[in-house]
């Protein structure tokens, strides 16, 4: 009995060492997605989940990294935000004005940005006060809308779904239809990118013909454990199937960032935040 105690105190130190550690800092992880589709090689550095945390002087370090990873474009996964009422979302702002000085941004909405929008009775004039801002740097949230990016033969595309989506404790099922619904078809000549925050419904996307599909959301599942990933998921699944890192499904890949920030839950254990770093490359 006193070893199993003794052995409960130490594994309970460790879980809270790396708590404090692994929710103040973050590292670089770095993928490789390659098709014949591609014409030019292009990196993209991908923020996700930031929650309006701040890195240091105006995430000065979170700009620092991404500069020394040379990306031709940044994608920004969403939540980028805190959807709390009367929270300023200075940080957010001035993340995305540092980055829009140096490179394309393609920036699809999480749950955060989309309840600010839906809700302004709650949240006032939140959403129109943000992207009153990010237009005047030049920013558009690409709300089911895409862009073209010719010479490298890829195609962008953000989906933002439905709330219903985002519900606690519910699984609603979600069919390539719906994703057609809101975006039209995938282009089929060109290579897919998908921005879809959400990655659970990771087979929609890929029937629907997304090559790549970049999201976060999850927050690496709070906690991750060897060989298994993350615990626990924002509408409170446990073990959820996709947590952090890289997925395949019939040569579709899915690419989930295990995020920057925090909400609800401010924990990280074994879980820093994340700096994704997409090469997507010709062969």
């Known amino acids: 009995m006193k070893i199993i105690l003794i052995t409960v105190i130490i594994m309970a130190v460790i879980c809270l060492v790396s708590c ?14 390659s098709s014949p589709k591609v014409r030019r090689d292009m990196r993209f550095a991908v923020i996700a989940d930031l929650h309006d945390k701040d890195y240091g002087d105006h995430n000065r370090k979170l700009i620092e990294a991404i500069d020394a990873e040379h990306p031709d474009a940044i994608i920004a996964a969403g939540d980028l935000v805190n959807g709390i009422a009367g929270h300023k979302n200075n940080n957010a702002y001035e993340l995305v004005r540092a980055l829009a000085d140096r490179y394309p941004i393609y ?15 709650h949240y006032g004039t939140m959403w129109a006060d943000y992207e009153s801002k990010l237009a005047g740097i030049g920013i558009r949230m690409m709300d089911n809308e895409r862009a073209r990016i010719d010479e490298a033969g890829i195609d962008i595309a953000s989906v933002t779904v439905d709330r219903l989506y985002y519900k606690r404790f519910e699984h609603v099922e979600m069919t390539s239809d719906v994703i057609d619904d809101y975006l039209g078809p995938a282009d089929a000549e060109a290579f897919q990118i998908l921005i879809a925050h959400n990655p659970e419904y990771f087979e929609a996307y890929a029937d629907w ?8 959301h999850v927050h690496g599942g709070i906690m991750r454990l060897p ?5 626990v998921s924002p509408r409170l699944f446990s073990f959820p199937k996709y947590s952090g890192g890289e997925y395949t499904r019939d ?3 899915l690419i989930v960032s295990c995020g920057l920030g925090t909400h609800t839950i401010h924990v990280r254990v074994f879980n820093p935040g994340e700096l994704s770093v997409i090469d997507v490359k010709k062969i």
């Open 20 to 33: 404090i550690i692994d929710t103040h800092r973050f590292v670089i992880r770095r993928y490789t997605v």
């Open 107 to 121: 920036y699809g909405a999480g749950n955060h940005e989309y309840r600010l929008k839906i809700y302004p009775e």
């Open 209 to 216: 013909g997304a090559d790549l599909t970049v999201s976060g």
């Open 227 to 231: 060989f298994i990933g993350g615990i």
């Open 251 to 253: 040569g579709h890949k």
